[in-house]
């Protein structure tokens, strides 16, 4: 499948569901980790222009802290947990019990960090066994790459593979959310993007005809 | 009332005074902005990728790539009373952002971006002034035609003209 208008609403449920039994997965090793409760939103998949894509999550300049991987093997993609800042900071507070930890100003605390890039290890990880597990392929996730910086800058080097094959990408984004005591905080987005050539092999593992 | 002209991910947009004009969040992505010294039409590119002859799309967004970006600013600018003899580039962009064990090429995007847009600038005869490529963190640009200066902001190395 080249072209991603030929995409029909019965495969955009189908990686929905996607985004569904991965980010579940993903959100429950959350909770275990913290002890708490997390929330996640039904998964939003859409067809955006690469332009786009940075104004979705607010605009280009916003600063964020995203957990990169490419996903190797039979279907290949990238993948992305972008969290705010302030979240991120809390996450790793009550992780390490280091309420200094902080993401604002370098240098970093080193133990602090390489928790945050095991969380997102093992976020992703959960995300993406539970894919291979649904749809039977083989998917390697690449050791993850932290950064905290511009939204726009981080987008635009997990879409390289992708820019090269079209202006478009196929995101599958799920919201995570904590259910605190008085009001709902996000704990961050996983965002799927699969390559182009990676569509068809996904909907052939779950016997769904691609041009049906 | 001055405007800021701005440009996107895989985009170029020519603008003179008193506009300015900026691309937001380029990463590995370079920003090329070319101007006229003396009738000051300034053009900016968002370049995302090397080599249009590695496109695998049916129709080319020649703002994608290094080498037809920059032919199409240069014929944007002197189509907009830029001369070709006193045009001059200003660079900015191509980090790294992550860090990965494995070198593969698609890993390496920054400089071999940086090293076509110069490349491509070589060819069309065209002076860098100054630059601010490389490293890690993502940067936001904006150019003033008026005074020539770019201006660079990152999330934590602050401010720098060049």
New interface residues.
């Given amino acids: 499948m080249k072209d991603l208008n030929q995409l029909n609403s019965f495969h955009l449920d189908i990686l929905k569901e996607i985004g569904n039994i991965g980010a579940g997965h993903a959100a429950t090793s959350l909770s275990t980790l913290l002890k708490r409760k997390i929330d996640m939103n039904v998964p939003n998949v859409r067809v955006v222009s690469?332009?786009e894509?940075?104004e979705q999550i607010g605009?280009?300049?916003t600063?964020v802290v995203a957990i990169?991987l490419?996903i190797e093997g039979d279907a290949p993609g990238s993948m992305f947990y972008l969290s705010e800042v302030q979240q991120a900071e809390k996450l790793i507070q009550s992780l390490t019990g280091n309420d200094d930890f902080q993401l604002r100003?370098?240098p970093f605390d080193q133990i602090g960090l390489s928790a945050l890039q095991e969380v997102g290890n093992i976020l992703a990880g959960s995300y993406l066994s539970s894919l291979a597990d649904f749809t039977n392929l083989n998917l390697q996730p690449?050791?993850p790459?932290?950064?905290?910086?511009?939204?726009?800058?981080?987008?635009?080097?997990g879409?390289?593979?992708l820019?090269?094959?079209?202006?478009h990408a196929l995101v599958i984004d799920t919201h995570i959310s904590e259910v605190g005591q008085t009001q709902e905080q996000t704990a961050g987005h996983f965002f799927l993007l699969p390559d182009p050539d990676s569509f068809q092999v996904i909907f052939k593992s779950l016997g769904v005809d691609v041009n049906e | 009332m001055s405007e800021v002209i701005k440009v996107?991910?895989?985009?170029l947009k020519v603008a003179t005074p008193p506009d300015t004009i900026r691309t937001?969040?380029?990463?590995?992505?370079v920003g090329v902005v070319i101007y006229d010294e003396l009738t000051n039409v300034s053009g900016m590119a968002h370049v995302?990728?090397p080599d249009s002859s590695?496109?695998?799309?049916a129709t080319l967004?020649i703002a994608?790539y290094a080498d037809s970006a920059i032919k199409e600013l240069i014929k944007q600018l002197l189509g907009q009373g830029g001369r070709a003899f006193s045009l001059k580039a200003k660079i900015a962009g191509g980090?790294q952002?992550?860090?990965?064990?494995?070198g593969s090429d698609?890993m390496r995007?920054g400089p071999r971006n940086v090293e076509a847009v110069k490349l491509a600038l070589k060819q069309s005869k065209i002076p860098i002034l100054a630059e601010d490529v490389g490293g890690?963190?993502?940067?936001?640009i904006e150019f003033d035609p008026l005074t020539k200066m770019l201006h660079i902001r990152t999330?934590?190395q602050g401010t720098a003209v060049i």
């Fill in positions: 690469l332009q894509l940075p605009g280009a300049d600063e990169f490419r100003k370098p690449t050791v790459g932290l950064s905290i910086d511009m939204v726009g800058a981080i987008l635009n080097y879409l390289v593979s820019s090269a094959a079209g202006d | 996107g991910m895989a985009d937001s969040g380029l990463g590995s992505c995302m990728l590695q496109s695998k799309q967004n994608k980090a952002m992550f860090t990965f064990q494995s698609v995007i890690k963190s993502g940067r936001t999330v934590n």
